[in-house]
């Protein structure tokens, strides 16, 4: 039986108990609830520094490092699903795919089948690189399920490892187009007055820790004492009226939820976000508030890819065109609805 080790480092202000920090920092692709890792604990699988912690109880402290080792029991064989899959570029190291809003990449608790990867297994046979895993063949990074756009697929173990260090050292140029509400001004007192939130030209640069939410482990939250570096560059590609914007965002890290949470920070959080979109809506006066209000899921698309192919060094370039939803949005809040069309 293998095992998956977690080294897990608590941020800031734990729960004092290490059953609780744990399920408050444990990485969220973990998928390990409290009661599971209640039950590692109790089987000697949880460690500080080598010690063996065998109390739920025990005391931890902001900083500690804790090891979580995870036995893998062998699963049964995933199976192909016949798919409609976007392949944009495909040779025998990699593919791009553009992937649709409401697909799952991988396998996960509530989503055994129908992921974007019984889709690739279809597709590609075993023609997959094994490294992420049987639940994660070929998966060298994600989205959300309900954000779409390209991301990359490693068919080559070589190519897997060569991407994986890409996006280690944020060497990948991803670029997002999101609808959000309000329009972001770079010399708005306001943003600048914001922690982590900085001006560079008309490129709003934020600069936060993002972590576990400390009451919802589902979240992600910002944070300026311990989490993940992350760094999300904005900027305006068209304001949309006063009440909102299609905004590029760059990532230079690539954190779970980063542009939806650093946008919320920012107080612009995305249309139609069901998280982190909060209760702010467009006026009803205003073009576009029925199909803002009606939009079913974050408006936020995956439109640029970029990186070094792992095999041949060439640089490699891809973009998205906006899918017809978002395309919709964007043209309602303009006020460019064509009432006319069939």
Known sequence: MSS???TVILGEAPPPRLDKALARDVPEEAHLSRSRLARLIADGAVSRDGVVLTSPKAAVSEGDEITVTVPQEAESHMAPEPMDLAIVYEDDDLAVVDKPAGLVVHPAPGTPTGT????LLHHFGDALSGVGGEKRPGIV??????????????????AHHGLSAQFAAHSVDRRYLAVCHGVPDPADARLLGLPGISAEGAVLKITTGLGRHPHDRQRQAVTFSGGRHAVTRVSVERA????AALVSCRLETGRTHQI?????HAGHALIGDPVYGGTRKVSPKLPGAAEAAAFPRQALHAE?????HPGTGEEMFFTSALPDDFEALVEALAGARDDTRA
């Open 260 to 264: 939806r949470v650093h946008m919320r």
């Open 4 to 6: 998956v080790i977690w």
């Open 304 to 308: 640029r890819l970029g990186f070094e």
């Open 116 to 119: 974007l990867v019984n889709g």
């Open 141 to 158: 990074h994600r989205i959300d399920k309900d954000t779409s756009g390209l991301l990359v697929v490693a068919k080559s173990d070589r």
């Open 240 to 243: 949309l009226g006063p009440s």
